[in-house]
């Protein structure tokens, strides 16, 4: 199949309730805040990562040839670049054997006398995810499972944190340009938005479960280079002055304002394919995403 030809931008919005959609190691593992506007962030590692498991879940595990993830662990314990390139001869091999270097791009370790390396970029890329609005942030303690020596009486304590209620946001573009350098397919891309989907989905640990879906678009250019941007600050809350945050639990607590995307969509249509979208039947829309 041949490299993808179109431009494209990703919209992504999921949401999260009483869970840690990313925490930040180096302070605690508290969620990731904004400091002015205590909007919650996610990076795109993280989402990448979400990625990458569903996809390592569906059969990109290296157990059948030129079907593999690059960024993974083997046998169940993380590895170096070193040892992952080992499973790799060449730059040719390297594109053809792994998605996310084809999607993502890759920095391939040195290997044999000649310490050949490949830095590639990947086609598609995606920026900080944040909050559409200020999330509450809580401070848990509990009990852990065990006691903190052999004749104690009392167990250890443990505390947490979380966020009462977030949507997130992604934007990302697919670059056609990178994607000759990588191989990235069509079918890659179809790949990549069903793992968008569901391994957000299916995140189940005990500190992400909470995530759900709720608004996937994917829009096709017509015209080369282009594409709109800033899609996520399209993007409101109807009758946005009476929504305090504080009191929103549930996606069904407020309804998302689609009347400036929709707006530009309109607008820049003669060089708009195509527009993909997949919505969650519990999230109410001020009207529905334009599409052509």
Same mark, same amino acid.
């Given at each position: ?7 494209? @931008? ?24 904004? &400091? ?20 390592? =879940? ?17 046998? !169940? ?8 390139? &080992? ?6 091999? $390297?594109?053809?054997? $792994? ?13 044999? %006398? ?7 970029? !990947? ?5 900080? !995810? *944040? ?9 848990? %303690? ?13 167990? *250890?304590?443990? &505390?947490?944190?979380? +966020?009462?209620? !977030? ?25 990549l938005m069903e793992a968008i989907w ?9 500190? %992400? ?13 017509? =015209? ?8 996520? &600050? ?5 009758? @946005? ?10 996606? @069904? ?8 995307? #929709?707006?530009?969509?309109?607008? #820049?249509?003669?060089? +708009? ?15 529905? +995403?334009?599409?052509?």
């Amino acid at each position: 199949m041949s490299t993808i030809t179109q431009r494209s @931008e990703i919209l992504f919005l999921y949401d999260c309730k009483n869970c840690n959609p990313n925490g930040d190691p180096n302070n605690g593992n508290q969620p990731r805040l904004h &400091e002015a506007t205590r909007t919650c962030l996610v990076t795109d590692v993280r989402l990448k990562r979400t990625i990458r498991d569903y996809l390592i =879940e569906k059969g990109y595990d290296g157990s059948t040839p030129d079907k593999d993830v690059f960024i993974r662990d083997e046998e !169940g314990m993380p590895v170096t670049g070193a040892k992952r390139a &080992e499973s790799y001869d060449d730059r040719e091999e $390297f594109t053809r054997k $792994f998605i996310d270097v084809r999607l993502f791009g890759g920095v391939s370790a040195p290997k044999g %006398k000649k310490k050949l390396t490949f830095n590639l970029t !990947g086609p598609v890329q995606f920026g900080m !995810g *944040t909050s559409l609005h200020p999330v509450e942030m809580n401070y848990l %303690k509990g009990t852990g499972a065990f006691a903190t020596k052999d004749d104690a009486q009392q167990k *250890t304590f443990r &505390e947490e944190y979380n +966020i009462t209620y !977030g949507l997130i946001g992604f934007h990302g573009v697919i670059n056609e340009q990178a994607a000759r350098h990588t191989g990235a397919t069509d079918a890659d891309v179809s790949e990549l938005m069903e793992a968008i989907w569901a391994g957000t989905k299916g995140l189940l640990s005990r500190s %992400k479960k909470g995530h759900m879906p709720r608004l996937l678009v994917k829009i096709d250019y017509s =015209e080369p280079m282009f594409f709109i941007g800033d899609l996520m &600050e399209r993007l409101g809350f109807q009758n @946005e002055e009476n929504i305090d945050f504080k009191e929103v639990t549930d996606v @069904e607590d407020y309804v998302l304002d689609t009347g400036k995307l #929709n707006e530009v969509l309109a607008g #820049n249509a003669g060089k +708009i394919a195509a527009v993909h979208v997949r919505k969650d039947d519990r999230l109410r829309l001020s009207a529905p +995403i334009f599409t052509k």
